[in-house]
């Protein structure tokens, strides 16, 4: 977010906020002019950073099921990370079905609410999503996405909350689900033992994974109808470009059929080139044999340029 003053000359980039001895600090840098005792500053939250929605966590939900519980969570400019307890790596199916649930939900347009309310009372809520094990304040922040928190706090019990997100969060969120456009899941690993960390993209990075991966798909499909050496040089450019795109998971699941198949091709023609260059060292060494003169003291032999350690061994054995 950012600290500016009245008349817009100051500013002071927030990069971080931090809740300490009763006193809520601000961290970050002065970006224009100066700040100064005294002064007459307004507070701003920088939204195009922080287009999170607090569905995710409602999707692991459904798929995995109740005992999958939040462990902690980060939101910057570039991805949304989150963490999770759960045994055991996820299978594509799984992380298809989340993606889905949360693009409904983005598709749906539902109106996410914010409210302060006694941590005591919200947490009779049987379908609240909470870090539990945290200490939390008297009063917490509760946001939910299709309801407001203080109908569900009117029937606690009432299993149809299950049906929408409410949790715990002090973090700033977005108004409507619609305004993160899209979500995608970009990685699922191992954090530590029982816990799993998830990254995904909304808005533009979510366009900018699509846009990646079509391109990718692209120049893969491309490198298949090419041949030779060319083809060889193609396949190990593009294993280092698939290897670091930053694409989602269940793209990268289906393109990796794709490389598995160039990478063939590729292997293919490069056995084949070295049995034809195997057998071209030895004819050439059968040859310079055939005519070799009794008084010979050595032999200067040319061979081809690509010729490599295992063919030429090859043709040192006929001696």
Not at 17 to 43: C, D, E, M, P, W
Not at 72 to 98: C, E, N, P, Y
């Amino acid at each position: 977010g950012y600290i500016k003053s009245d008349d817009n000359e100051n500013e002071f980039e927030v990069t971080d906020v931090q809740h300490f001895g009763g006193f809520v600090l601000h961290i970050g840098r002065v970006t224009n002019g100066a700040i100064k005792l005294n002064g007459k500053y307004s507070t701003g939250v920088d939204y195009d950073n922080r287009r999170k929605i607090a569905v995710l966590n409602y999707g692991l939900r459904e798929v995995l099921g109740s005992e999958c519980n939040q462990k902690g969570s980060l939101v910057d400019a570039d991805k949304t990370r989150f963490d999770f307890s759960h045994g055991k790596a996820l299978t594509i199916d799984q992380i298809v079905k989340i993606e889905n649930i949360v693009n409904d939900i983005i598709g749906q347009e539902l109106d996410i609410f914010t409210e302060e309310i006694e941590y005591s009372s919200i947490i009779t809520v049987k379908a609240l999503r909470a870090m539990f094990g945290e200490r939390y304040p008297k009063t917490v922040r509760v946001v939910s996405i299709g309801c407001k928190p203080s109908d569900a706090l009117k029937a606690p019990n009432d299993n149809r909350w299950f049906k929408f997100s409410i949790e715990l969060c002090g973090g700033t969120h977005l108004k409507n689900t619609k305004e993160a456009q899209k979500f995608i899941i970009i990685s699922e690993d191992a954090l530590s033992s029982g816990v799993r960390r998830m990254v995904a993209v909304t808005y533009d990075g979510a366009k900018q994974a699509i846009l990646e991966a079509n391109e990718l798909e692209q120049e893969i499909d491309d490198a298949l109808l090419v041949e030779g050496s060319k083809l060889v040089k193609e396949c190990a450019r593009l294993n280092d470009k698939f290897a670091n795109a930053y694409i989602g998971y269940k793209r990268k699941h289906d393109l990796k059929k794709k490389m598995k198949k160039l990478n063939a091709k590729s292997l293919k023609f490069k056995q084949k080139a070295s049995k034809s260059l195997s057998k071209n060292v030895k004819d050439s060494i059968k040859k310079v044999i055939d005519n070799l003169k009794s008084d010979t003291m050595f032999i200067v032999q040319k061979m081809d340029a690509q010729v490599d350690a295992k063919s030429l061994k090859e043709g040192i054995k006929i001696w």
